[in-house]
């Protein structure tokens, strides 16, 4: 740059000469379409302390020009992410509201941001002016490489400590969404969604249940302390393997909860008089078939799945796909998911909403992350610790705004005479009438 420009570069800082960059870059402004530099929603602060944008607004911190490289080279949500993980790019205030801001480019499956030929060759001379261009930066370590099993091993998202999760999901460790109508807490709202399981099952004393996530065990020790019912669990890790035997033998259930391998195969052969996932089926390949051949006749089967708005979809590498789930894909519409149901001979009895109980619960989630701040970088490091909190803020604002939903799908297997309408308890009282 000639000496004015540079005298000007340096009265006015680095911030103000960001501003044109970023509503192109991150907030996905195109000339005429989105907010002017002098209107954006966002404070960022960089590297040498300068300013920009409103004084109320949550602020993006630039810690570091490769900040600025990893947006240039991934403009959107993956050079967003790449940033914020790696520590480059914080987030101070309310971290909801920051992705609100920017929430064009964090929209998994929507058109990633395209910059026009001049918008490039704009970017590039503010870049130089910057000293912001090189290289495109090495992903940070938490990101998924080719080869590695993903978000199960020790250095995946789901392969943190109990400890970690003690405080990121509450001393219950239960995973799935809880139920919010007349809930106070997230311990409450847990409590009613196992209760609500239960019900749905349909449990008798003694009926065998398969719990396809089983997680931390928060539902297999439920059903088997308050049913009485034995439970198979498959759990994702050794570890998580080993928290529910030691939980269950706590609880004094060693004999009804047992956990096995994450692999559908290790279920044996059945048969299960009801079968449960609150976490989805595509970590065990969506064999739904299989799951029919798990059943008892009468059987009930209950999942929730996360899902997506009907339509075209692209295919594309996302912060999800890329830090927390690599085996999910993409989502899917709730019918193709009945559907496939229903293809394998399993009679759907029942759907039912959760969109708004699971965002609140992401919420719960995110906010117990961040009062335990410290503790989580202390017991899975600061990069994971930020990769579940984006991951938890950016899900929520998709549920809250209609982008993803969670849906209950409950179906029956029917009996030899294709009844489906008895309970399972009726039909436990009229087997023992028959054998007596």
């Known amino acids: 740059m000639d000496i004015w420009e540079e005298a000007r570069f340096v009265q006015d800082g680095v911030a103000s000469r960001l501003a044109p960059l970023l509503t192109r870059i991150m907030l996905g402004a195109e000339d005429g379409d989105g907010p002017a530099a002098a209107d954006l929603p966002i404070r960022v602060r960089a590297w040498d302390g300068s300013t920009i944008g409103p004084a109320a607004a949550p602020a993006f911190v630039i810690r570091h020009r490769r900040a600025l490289r990893r947006l240039l080279w991934k403009p959107g949500e993956m050079g967003l992410a790449r940033a914020y993980v790696a520590g480059e790019l914080d987030i101070e205030g309310d971290v909801f509201a920051a992705l609100g801001a920017v929430q064009r480019v964090m929209r998994s499956g929507d058109e990633p941001i395209r910059l026009s030929s001049d918008d490039k060759r704009e970017i590039v001379r503010m870049a130089v002016t910057l000293g912001a261009v090189g290289p495109e930066p090495k992903p940070p370590p938490e990101e998924f490489r080719s080869g590695r099993r993903g978000a199960d091993d020790e250095t995946g998202p789901l392969g943190a400590s109990a400890a970690f999760f003690t405080r990121l999901l509450g001393s219950g460790m239960a995973h799935g969404s809880g139920l919010w109508d007349g809930a106070v807490d997230l311990q409450a709202a847990q409590r009613a969604a196992l209760d609500s399981v239960a019900e749905r099952l349909g449990l008798f004393p003694g009926a065998r249940v398969l719990d396809l996530n089983c997680a931390w065990g928060a539902l297999a020790c439920h059903l088997a302390e308050q049913h009485r019912v034995r439970v198979v669990g498959l759990t994702r890790s050794p570890g998580q393997a080993e928290y529910v035997r030691e939980r269950a033998a706590a609880a004094g259930l060693a004999d009804r909860v047992e956990p096995r391998d994450r692999d559908l195969a290790a279920a044996g052969g059945g048969p299960y008089d009801a079968i449960v996932g609150l976490a989805g089926l595509e ?99 600061a990069g994971r610790a930020r990769v579940w909190l984006l991951y938890l803020a950016a899900s929520a604002l998709a549920c809250e705004s209609g982008r993803i939903g969670v849906h209950e799908i409950c179906a029956i297997r029917r009996d030899r005479d294709g009844r489906a309408g008895a309970t399972m308890v009726e039909a436990f009282a009229v087997h023992a009438d028959g054998a007596s």
């Open 283 to 381: 970590a065990l390949g969506r064999d739904m078939p299989r799951l029919y051949e798990l059943l008892a006749p009468g059987g009930r089967l209950l999942i929730q799945e996360p899902v997506r708005r009907p339509g075209q979809h692209q295919i594309r590498r996302t912060f999800t796909t890329s830090y927390m789930f690599p085996e999910d894909g993409e989502l899917r519409p709730l019918g193709e998911i009945v559907a496939e149901v229903e293809d394998a001979g399993l009679e759907v009895r029942g759907v039912t909403a959760l969109r708004e109980h699971h965002a609140r619960t992401l919420r719960a989630w995110a906010a117990n992350l961040q009062r335990h701040w410290a503790e989580c970088i202390e017991h899975a490091g």
